[in-house]
């Protein structure tokens, strides 16, 4: 089945505790993407990728990186989280060739900061 | 700054009524507009509208592009409890973003 799979779901860590958020696509996109979510702002963007090795920051970078070593995975990673990361976050992944194609969004990662 | 504006922000209808959402948009180098259903979970892909005046329908729903105007319109008809969700719009640039709106929140009622 094509999907975008994050891992975990739901998350509950302390300040400062680095974390990766996992993202994983089985469709052979070149284009990954890195969403936040929050009541009121809607989903904005952290970051891209459009190929292997190839990142850039999207609206919302801050206190956020990535890697794209495999044209498969794109992880999320947080180097000292705090409590206004608190977020629904969500990968999401589309073929790059063409922009008659829809975007695949993983389930999504509930993260808490305490 | 592109900008993607959805209206109304909520809304509660009875079953059976017929809605209509709104979605405007100011983007550099405009290349699609996207339809998104988000209940629960991850947001689930409904349309994407690349030409002006040519209605895209599934089932009930149907939506449609003024490119002239920089407007699109997302229609359900005969809603069902089913269809309450929060529905987003995003807007695809020459570039690699997907811009988002603030979505609707629609709650329909038995």
């Known amino acids: 089945e094509a999907q975008v799979t994050q891992n975990p779901r739901y998350l509950i860590t302390v300040t400062g505790k680095k974390l990766t958020v996992t993202c994983s696509q089985n469709m052979n996109h070149e284009y990954m993407s890195w969403y936040r979510q929050d009541p009121g702002l809607g989903l904005r963007q952290i970051y891209y990728?459009?190929?292997?090795?190839?990142?850039d920051k999207g609206d919302v970078p801050e206190g956020y990186k990535v890697s794209r070593k495999e044209k498969r995975n794109f992880p999320l990673i947080l180097e000292s989280p705090s409590p206004n990361q608190t977020s629904l976050y969500f990968c999401?992944?589309?073929?790059?060739?063409?922009?008659?194609?829809?975007?695949?969004f993983g389930s999504g990662t509930r993260l808490t900061v305490v | 700054e592109d900008k993607v504006v959805q209206s109304p922000l909520s809304l509660v209808v009875h079953e059976g009524d017929t809605v209509t959402l709104n979605c405007s948009y100011e983007v550099t180098n405009f290349r699609s507009l996207l339809w998104y259903k988000q209940e629960k979970k991850a947001p689930t892909f409904l349309f994407m509208l690349t030409s002006s005046g040519i209605e895209k329908k599934s089932g009930r729903l149907s939506s449609i592009l003024d490119k002239k105007e920089l407007f699109s319109i997302l229609n359900i008809t005969a809603t069902q409890t089913g269809d309450s969700a929060i529905y987003l719009c995003?807007?695809?640039?020459?570039?690699?973003?997907?811009?988002f709106g603030k979505g609707t929140s629609l709650l329909v009622t038995p």
């Open positions: 990728s459009m190929n292997v090795e190839v990142t």
């Open positions: 995003a807007v695809l640039n020459s570039g690699y973003a997907l811009n």
């Open positions: 999401a992944s589309r073929i790059d060739r063409a922009y008659n194609y829809g975007y695949t």
